[in-house]
């Protein structure tokens, strides 16, 4: 499985050829909370990057998640409308949130790789 | 942690404000709400003099019990809400910490000579709810078992002497005990040993209140808000609605006898996609009114709000739309509260 790359809101990617897969890190679900709801892109959609094109909302409150790289979006998590609950339990696997398609690579590559978010994390405290 | 009217408080402990709010409703949760304003009100007149301020039957008040009110404004608005206890020999307030540099001087500009007021920032306040909270309790004070909801006594807990009402602010029975701030963390300590009882903090208190159907200060009641546009006329005593004679008395009447423009309602969301305070409330494309606390519902399992719409929109049942990120989400006014209230009567 491809390695995972990170933004500083807290943001993950998993990119499989051109198509990128986006969720939020153990850190953000850890940080938000009990997820109730999220509001997820519609596939089609051309989203740009650090554009906000989903919402998560835990008990505590409601927060954006943005576009890690401009892509097309070709698949949202319908396992979340159910049990949006996955995000806590499994942030980086089951609880995905959306994927995209059209990704340039050399965007993804310049996200932060994990040891870099970890500190970047650690810098937060 | 996070910073509120000056004080650190915990939002929530490491089980989450989930687990916090289900164990509450399910056994008991300890909160520590010493940020609450306590204050006393001592000497010949004193409930005549608070009077003058709440439409609440003070005077009328019997000794260990208490009683919640609101505090007005000369225009007829909530300066505050609170609780009122009579010891016998004095009263015992509690107040909001964000409004109690306010309430505090409005209060002493009504008093007559030979009552004070006494703050008393050195007692912390710890509200210990759900329905193990007394059981539990009992095994160190039997006598708080025959209190009934809104007693309030003297009692020694672990060796430490505590005022305890029987309230609080979740819906579920319970009391709030108010110790010297140095024993506080003692009693705290005292009380998490008990069995079933864990912590929890403000995030579960709001959702809990929220499913009660109670109001926060700052959110659900300002100093624009009526009691009578609040749904707070249950609190003016029915002598005080013959004489009118408290501050900001002629709105409240004014809207008594023709109706008030808005009135605050419960509001169910269709879906699980919770709205939040400051959502316009809107019917057939026209603005009628604003969510002021909304959020997740951890009992009820769906998103749940109250806030305030036009009154001919506020019948229970009325279809409305509210404007989540520039979506209409339908939604019905409802009944509050959303979580029956499980007071000992």
């Known amino acids: ?104 690579a050399a965007a993804v590559e310049a996200l932060m790789d994990e040891a870099a978010y970890a500190a970047f994390v650690d810098s937060l405290a | 942690m996070v910073p509120f009217a000056g004080y650190a408080m915990p939002v929530q402990y490491p089980a989450g404000i989930l687990t916090e709010h289900l164990h509450t409703r399910d056994a008991a949760g300890l909160f520590d709400v010493s940020h609450m304003g306590q204050a006393e009100l001592v000497g010949d007149g004193a409930a005549a003099a608070l009077e003058k301020l709440t439409p609440a039957d003070v005077q009328g008040l019997k000794p260990g019990r208490q009683r919640y009110g609101v505090l007005m404004t000369e225009s007829g608005g909530i300066l505050d809400d609170f609780m009122v206890a009579n010891r016998g020999d004095r009263l015992f307030l509690v107040l909001n910490a964000s409004r109690k540099h ?148 002629e709105r409240c009447r004014a809207e008594l006898d023709g109706g008030p423009a808005r009135l605050r309602v419960g509001i169910q969301p269709e879906g699980r996609q919770p709205a939040r305070g400051h959502t316009l409330v809107q019917q057939d494309g026209a603005v009628i009114g604003e969510i002021t606390s909304g959020g997740f519902g951890p009992s009820v399992n769906a998103p749940i709000a109250m806030g305030y719409v036009a009154r001919g929109a506020a019948a229970d049942g009325t279809a409305l739309d509210l404007m989540v990120r520039g979506k209409a989400l339908p939604a019905r006014t409802c009944p509050l509260p959303f979580t029956p209230h499980r007071y000992a009567r």
């Open chain 2, 102 to 249: 306010l309430d505090i001087p409005a209060i002493e500009a009504v008093l007559p000579a030979g009552v004070t007021l006494r703050p008393l920032p050195d007692r912390a306040l710890l509200a210990l709810q759900g329905p193990g909270a007394v059981p539990a309790l009992a095994t160190l004070a039997p006598g708080i078992a025959a209190m009934k909801f809104m007693d309030f006594a003297e009692h020694a807990l672990a060796g430490i002497p505590c005022l305890v009402s029987r309230s609080g602010y979740t819906g579920e029975d319970g009391v709030e005990i108010s110790v010297p701030a140095e024993q506080a963390e003692a009693l705290a300590r005292a009380l998490l040993a008990l069995p079933g009882v864990k912590p929890a903090g403000l995030g579960a208190r709001d959702s809990l209140r929220l499913e009660a159907g109670l109001c926060l200060y700052g959110n659900d009641l300002d100093e624009t808000t009526s009691p009578v546009e609040a749904n707070l006329v249950w609190t003016m005593g029915k002598r005080r609605r013959m004489a009118w004679d408290f501050r900001g008395a």
């Open chain 1, 1 to 104: 499985m491809a390695e995972l790359r990170f933004t500083k809101d807290h943001e993950w990617v998993r990119l499989e050829g051109d198509v990128a897969t986006v969720g939020i890190t153990d850190h953000a679900q850890n940080a938000l909370g009990d997820v109730v709801f999220v509001d997820l892109p519609e596939p089609g959609r051309e989203v740009a990057e650090a554009e906000a094109c989903a919402v998560v909302e835990s008990v505590k409150a409601a927060s954006d998640v943005y576009a890690p790289v401009a892509g097309r979006v070709v698949e949202a998590n319908a396992a979340l409308g159910e049990n949006p609950a996955l995000i806590n339990t499994d942030p980086t696997g089951e609880g995905w949130f959306f994927r995209l398609a059209g990704v340039d």
